[in-house]
């Protein structure tokens, strides 16, 4: 058990390395020096010079890539050009309605997915099943920043049911910074169900088929209780898995929506720091993001323990 | 026939299946009869029909693609009515299985729900069939684990399959189907893919329960050995009908269809001593899938004695003496 | 014929209608981009500024944009530089995957470095590792086709090494290679040849979520330059007027949606076509 998550650790580690490794040599490849982007068009040969020096610019590059990951061990992702403030700090300040909007679509997309995922495998074949996997897969061929707009043009324009666009004053209670926060999490929510249907269907498919279900039809029991206890009882890891990954892809990958919607999260952070060329912002960014992801599959492989009896190792 | 009215009575039953080739029917004439207290052996080669047979009593077949397509199948419930399974609702159907009916399976390995504790599998279908509260039913889990012959049951109660070997599974298989007090238990195969040693216990354990609770057992083998052991009545099968019927004794010393004889003489026990000293086990040529002429006797192809009227018509399943029962134009002259 | 296998043969038939519905889609909108100048009624870019933000008509059936543009013109030429890079990425993305995979599932030693890259890629979301790409490159047509061979990469690349892992322990490779076989020969035909049909399958998926994540980046103005009509642009620069001029946003991305479901719906048919076993997983 200790050495299965001690492997697990190593694994993560190793993904994060890589990811670091990958995001400074990829931002090297930026055309132009970095100092002159940073400071503009008018900054004079002495301002590029100073800049490169407090950067470390002027070191040679194996030099500048021990430091940056020594930092990045160390917790610290650098300072934001355009903000002038640690990356963290940028982050963490826009760290709320992305983690809400990551929270809410997941639940949409769960409460869509799963349950259309169960019917369509009950019913596999028949009509049910043919109108969920196709509207799964209309779901997954919908651009998230087009549904966007014409849900801000019908719900919130036409309609007025929800604000148009934003998170509201940061000084208003939360339930009303939430409300900013229910159509994106709509849009989110169906766009992603397709997967997470998709996924539930396959794995019921496999477990519908075991014997352990005949069994327990041979034992009388309603079919409603065979497919919710037994078989989705077996289901739930795979489930699962992709609920969380789902969830933390959703994090980064909210870009889109959170620019549609005006929404001061991490995605919308990301694109104006690509717009500005802040690279320290973007490197930061992707660093956190994928530490996101790779901790959440951590923890989807312990919840497989406590879920799974079998997994003991 | 001096029994009494039997628990299942099987007549004529087919089973067909939706393929995406077309209706295939791997079930067409069978005829057998479950005597409370009595074990029916019901025997064939793989492919006959034996398995499809066992759920269509149970209600098993899947939905979707198949069913009965004709034929009775009679049950004489605890309050002494008859009713035809073939007929019976989905729902009715429902209320019967492990209740009054109930099955184990060829694959102990893979019949239990890996992520549930056996003895809560037990205690599931006790809670749903007699409406006991949780304790209760968890204590009759335990006592039917005891029963099973499996030792410390109250802490084994707690064990989920993964920890627990082929034989110990299907011990835990056969006290869930226990749990509800059956009248009637269908074995399909039971010890096929247990080792020899197993196999013994748990047919000794089916024999004893049989005897103790006065259950009928329809006990599916594709093994004359292990249906001389356990066996009152025997119904063969090839491909998909009933081709022999009789008691075990009678079965063993008189067999008649030749198919019957021939599956006999495939017994080990039988073998001959070949010219060059040494023993020779006989086998029948082909196999169930052997094409038979269409109307003609199934087995024709296969058979040594098959003459011209034998690919020509169809047998029926025709009543010799005692009880016995033969599908063959030919049993007479053999 | 009964009713029960006549409701198969409908089953099946309903089944086929949609992947004969995706492959007519699909079709219709490639050659319409393929035939552009013959077919778009008027110039992609031509603007009269006394046409402005006209409703659908009957002269112009998708309405004009803010420039006087004809949407529907714009949409049949948009498709060319949506569809064409989306090819362009579903070429680059398995090609470059196909070898990776191949190499990570022949030699050992390549495996868990080559895996492992992978799993960093994918700890990614695409539309963010894509940005991200196209912010070092620079945007352009070409830099966002690059962006998305590299996000898509690591899918083809676990799809050949899965099958590439299964076609190995074979018994005909393992003969071959008895035979004296070269190894890359051993790679190249018998390996290929059995892997080809889930990269096929995977191309169309590919094909699909690389003509929405172009539409994305260019929606945010991190792809395509905005005076390249392609349906993500035009979406972008009509988000403004979809109060007034709902119709700059939502043809286009009619469009894309259509693009996608029926790359998706051929797909799903090629996938029930070349294995059977894999049908029950959509």
């Given at each position: 058990m200790v050495a299965a998550i001690a492997r697990r650790l190593a694994g993560m580690l190793a993904v994060m390395f890589i990811v670091a490794t990958m995001v400074f040599f990829l931002t090297r490849l930026a055309p132009g020096d970095?100092?002159?982007?940073?400071?503009?068009?008018?900054?004079?040969a002495a301002d590029i010079a100073e800049l490169r020096k407090t950067y470390g610019l002027d070191r040679p590059v194996a030099v500048q890539y021990v430091l940056w990951l020594k930092e990045i061990a160390s917790g610290n992702l650098g300072q934001s050009i355009f903000l002038q403030r640690p990356v963290l700090q940028a982050i963490g300040e826009r760290a709320e309605p992305t983690f809400f909007l990551a929270l809410f679509s997941i639940l949409i997309a769960s409460l869509i997915g799963i349950p259309c995922g169960i019917a369509s495998a009950v019913w596999r074949g028949r009509v049910a099943d043919q109108t969920v996997s196709g509207s799964a897969m209309l779901a997954a061929s919908i651009p998230s920043f087009w549904l966007g707009l014409l849900f801000i043009q019908f719900f919130a324009v036409r309609l007025g049911w929800f604000p148009v666009a934003g998170y509201g004053d940061p000084g208003a209670d939360l339930a009303q910074r939430l409300r900013h926060l229910v159509l994106p999490a709509m849009v989110l929510g169906i766009v992603n169900s397709a997967l997470i249907t998709r996924f539930t269907r396959a794995s019921m498919l496999d477990v519908l088929s075991e014997d352990f279900v005949r069994t327990a039809r041979a034992k009388g029991l309603p079919e409603s209780r065979i497919v919710l206890r037994h078989a989705l009882g077996n289901a739930l890891v795979p489930i699962i898995t992709v609920v969380g990954l789902t969830a933390a892809l959703l994090v980064g990958g909210a870009i889109v929506t959170e620019t549609v919607f005006g929404l001061p999260g991490i995605g919308n952070l990301v694109v104006s720091a690509v717009l500005r060329r802040d690279y320290p912002v973007i490197q930061g960014a992707l660093i956190v993001i994928a530490g996101i992801y790779v901790l959440i599959n951590f923890t989807i492989d312990v919840i497989y323990t406590l879920v799974d009896p079998r997994v003991e190792t | 026939m001096t029994q009494p009215a039997p628990l299942l009575a099987i007549e004529n039953l087919a089973v067909t299946f939706r393929t995406e080739a077309g209706n295939v029917t791997?079930?067409?004439?069978?005829?057998?009869?479950?005597?409370?207290g009595r074990t029916t052996a019901l025997v064939g080669e793989s492919g006959s029909g034996k398995s499809v047979t066992a759920l269509a009593v149970m209600g098993l077949l899947p939905r979707a693609s198949g069913g009965i397509s004709g034929g009775s199948v009679r049950y004489r419930l605890k309050s002494g009515e008859t009713s035809d399974l073939a007929k019976l609702p989905p729902e009715g159907m429902?209320?019967?299985?492990?209740?009054?009916?109930?099955?184990i399976f060829q694959e102990p390995m893979t019949s239990l729900n890996p992520v549930l504790s056996v003895g809560e599998q037990i205690a599931e279908q006790v809670r749903h069939h007699t409406g006991t509260g949780s304790a209760a039913a968890m204590r009759r889990a335990v006592e039917m684990l005891g029963l099973v012959e499996i030792p410390d049951a109250a802490r084994r109660a707690a064990d989920y399959p993964h920890q627990m070997s082929g034989g110990m599974r299907q011990r835990v298989m056969i006290a869930l189907a226990m749990s509800c007090n059956p009248r009637l238990l269908i074995a399909d195969e039971p010890t096929t893919a247990l080792d020899v040693t197993i196999q013994a216990q748990i047919l000794a354990l089916v024999d004893r329960l049989r005897r103790e609770h006065d259950m009928g057992v329809l006990f599916i083998t594709h093994n004359l050995?292990?249906?001389?052991?356990?066996?009152?009545?025997?119904?063969?099968?090839?491909?998909?009908e009933a081709v022999e019927a009789a008691e075990v004794r009678t079965m063993f010393r008189d067999p008649r269809h030749p198919y019957?004889?021939?599956l006999i003489d495939c017994l080990p026990a039988r073998a001959r001593t070949g010219a060059d000293g040494r023993r020779v086990v006989s086998s029948i040529p082909g196999s169930v899938g052997a094409a038979a002429?269409?109307?003609?006797?199934?087995f024709a192809p296969r058979c040594s004695h098959a003459a011209p009227p034998c690919h020509a018509a169809h047998p029926i399943l025709e009543p010799s003496d005692g009880g016995h029962m033969i599908r063959c134009f030919r049993w007479r002259d053999l | 014929m009964d009713p029960a296998a006549a409701k198969l043969f409908l089953d099946r038939l309903f089944r086929r209608k949609l992947v004969l519905f995706g492959a007519v889609v699909l079709l219709v909108i490639v050659i319409a981009a393929i035939a552009a100048p013959l077919i778009a009624p008027y110039s992609p870019t031509g603007m009269r500024v006394t046409?402005?933000?006209?409703p659908p008509s009957a002269t112009n059936w998708f309405g004009t944009d803010e420039f006087g543009r004809d949407v529907l013109s714009r949409i049949i030429y948009g498709g060319r530089a949506s569809l064409g890079i989306g090819m362009a990425v579903v070429l680059a993305s398995m090609l470059a995957g196909t070898t990776l995979g191949l190499l990570a599932g022949y030699f050992r030693a390549l495996d868990t470095v080559i895996m492992r890259i992978v799993d960093a890629m994918m700890s990614l979301p695409d539309i963010l590792l894509a940005i991200f790409l196209v912010a070092v490159l620079g945007a352009s047509a070409g830099n966002v086709v690059l962006a998305l061979a590299i996000v898509y990469t690591p899918r083809v690349t676990r799809v050949v090494r899965g099958s590439t892992l299964v076609v190995r322990e074979l018994p005909f490779v393992e003969a071959a290679r008895l035979l004296g076989v070269s190894t890359p020969r051993i790679l190249t035909v018998h390996i290929l040849l059995n892997v080809a049909s889930p990269i096929l399958v995977q191309a169309t998926f590919i094909f699909a979520y690389a003509v929405l994540a172009e539409a994305g980046l260019s929606f945010l103005g991190a792809g395509v330059p905005p005076d390249v009509p392609t349906w993500g642009t035009m979406i972008a620069s009509g988000q403004q007027y979809a109060d007034r001029a709902f119709w700059v946003v939502f043809f286009p991305g009619l469009a894309i949606v259509l693009a996608a479901l029926s790359l998706q719906l051929v797909g799903d048919g090629l996938r029930d076509?070349?294995?059977?076993?894999?049908r029950k997983a959509l």
């Open positions: 970095p100092a002159s982007l940073m400071l503009g068009d008018q900054a004079t | 791997p079930v067409r004439g069978v005829d057998l009869a479950v005597f409370a429902r209320r019967l299985r492990g209740r009054e009916i109930a099955m050995g292990v249906v001389a052991e356990i066996a009152d009545d025997v119904t063969v099968m090839y491909a998909g019957t004889r021939a002429a269409a109307g003609g006797c199934k | 046409q402005r933000l006209r076509m070349l294995d059977p076993k894999l």
